[in-house]
């Protein structure tokens, strides 16, 4: 039983599946992951099938539209922003649904992201395969929780459940919806399927409901007791090792040359327009609280000021090795970030700027594993300085942090949810 991938997205959506592969190849479950070139050589470094998704992921972004979400921390996202956003999308989903239907010919079953959903619902119905869904946050209808893009309601006013419900149908409707026009264009032209009205694509998202994996572990978010069996919580997918890698000398030299750094990171596209002064907050920051510091380039949209030599810049590097060697972690919130940070008994201080980024802040907080998150538009210098030193010098944080992170990687996720993709590639 032949299994496609469809893994869209930045490297925090695209390593987790990198983990499962090689525990289903473990099991001789024959597969390809289909990706960004980005990530060619992470997914055949771990010997694994490649196949090429349109180019690379940070050519094909749109930075304008990146910078629009990231300025709605502090204002409201301008108008046009939806119609940028569709004209973006549409430009690029028939190349998307070629290539994932190219490296799906020869698949038995579809095991799709976040955001290959879209593609892969559309070639599930095309090609007639099984489909299943992974997500690294809560997606599913719960009257627990809100849908990530929402707020919580303040805890006294009432219906908490009716509204918790409500945001995640429309979350769940509104890209669809959104997309309709593109979407239609690619099913009639491409895939010769009957375009969808508004209300038939409502029914038909409706009627969507693939059995669905949750990448990321009930310590730190109990599974909602509504949801049924086709719902399976299975712990992280942490990818232990990377082959042939080694540190660079300057690295290694720095890690040599004083106490544990403290590790800074807003992900791949997060610094926003103006990345010399993310970057002179954070060294304002780190001078505050006489921390050495590592500074995360991403895609080199970090600044270009000069940095004193208590900290180096660095690119991409395995949180499993780096993690042993900082004594804390500064992220955007990532679920990547947060787990490999978690597992390795690191306190954390998350800024959230969007999004599941906002959930995991508040469950590293809510846990004592971190101090209360910061978010974009508050943040400064003197916050960020101020919540370091109380993850650095919170005695019971860390104990609690490490505590969880012997409990993180005895749950061992990947294999787990192995274990159900073999079975349901078995009988779905």
Do not use: K
């Amino acid at each position: 039983m032949n299994l496609t991938i469809l893994a869209l997205g930045s490297r925090g959506d695209v390593q987790p599946f990198v983990a499962l592969g090689r525990a289903l190849a473990r099991r001789g479950v024959p597969l390809t992951i289909a990706t960004t070139t980005d990530y060619e050589a992470l997914v055949r470094g771990h010997g694994l099938a490649f196949a090429p998704i349109v180019g690379r992921i940070s050519q094909l972004m749109d930075v304008e539209l990146v910078y629009a979400a990231l300025d709605a921390a502090r204002q409201p996202l301008p108008l046009g922003f939806a119609r940028r956003f569709v004209q973006h999308v549409a430009a690029l989903l028939p190349a998307i649904v070629a290539d994932c239907r190219a490296a799906a010919a020869q698949a038995d079953g579809l095991l799709v992201s976040s955001l290959g959903l879209y593609p892969g619902a559309l070639l599930a119905e095309a090609m007639g395969l099984p489909l299943l869904l992974a997500h690294f946050h809560p997606f599913s209808a719960t009257a627990s929780m809100p849908d990530v893009s929402f707020p919580a309601l303040p805890r006294w006013l009432p219906l908490q459940g009716s509204y918790n419900r409500l945001t995640h149908r429309l979350a769940r409707h509104g890209l669809w919806q959104l997309l309709r026009g593109p979407i239609n264009q690619v099913r009639r032209d491409m895939l010769g399927l009957p375009t969808l009205a508004p209300v038939a694509m409502w029914q038909w998202v409706e009627r969507l409901r693939p059995p669905t994996l949750y990448g990321y572990s009930s310590l730190l978010l109990p599974r909602p007791p509504d949801w049924d069996e086709h719902h399976t919580v299975t712990g992280y997918w942490f990818l232990d090792d990377a082959p042939g890698w080694t540190p660079p000398a300057a690295l290694e030299a720095f890690l040599a040359a004083g106490p544990p750094p403290v590790y800074l990171s807003f992900g791949s596209i997060l610094a926003g327009r103006n990345p010399d002064d993310v970057s002179r907050l954070l060294l304002n920051a780190l001078a505050a609280t006489r921390q050495r510091g590592l500074i995360s380039s991403a895609w080199g949209d970090l600044g270009n000021i000069s940095l004193p030599p208590t900290v180096l810049r660095v690119e991409s590097l395995p949180h499993a090795w780096l993690f042993r060697r900082v004594s804390a972690v500064v992220t955007h919130g990532g679920a990547g970030t947060v787990a490999a940070a978690l597992r390795a008994g690191l306190p954390l201080v998350v800024v959230p700027f969007f999004g599941d980024q906002r959930l995991w802040g508040e469950r590293v907080s809510a846990l004592g594993f971190g101090p209360l998150p910061i978010s974009r538009a508050e943040l400064s210098a003197e916050r960020l300085a101020a919540a370091l030193n109380q993850a650095l010098h919170d005695r019971g944080m860390r104990a609690r942090a490490q505590a969880l992170g012997a409990q993180l990687t005895a749950e061992n996720g990947a294999e787990r949810a192995a274990e159900v993709v073999q079975g349901w590639l078995a009988h779905g």
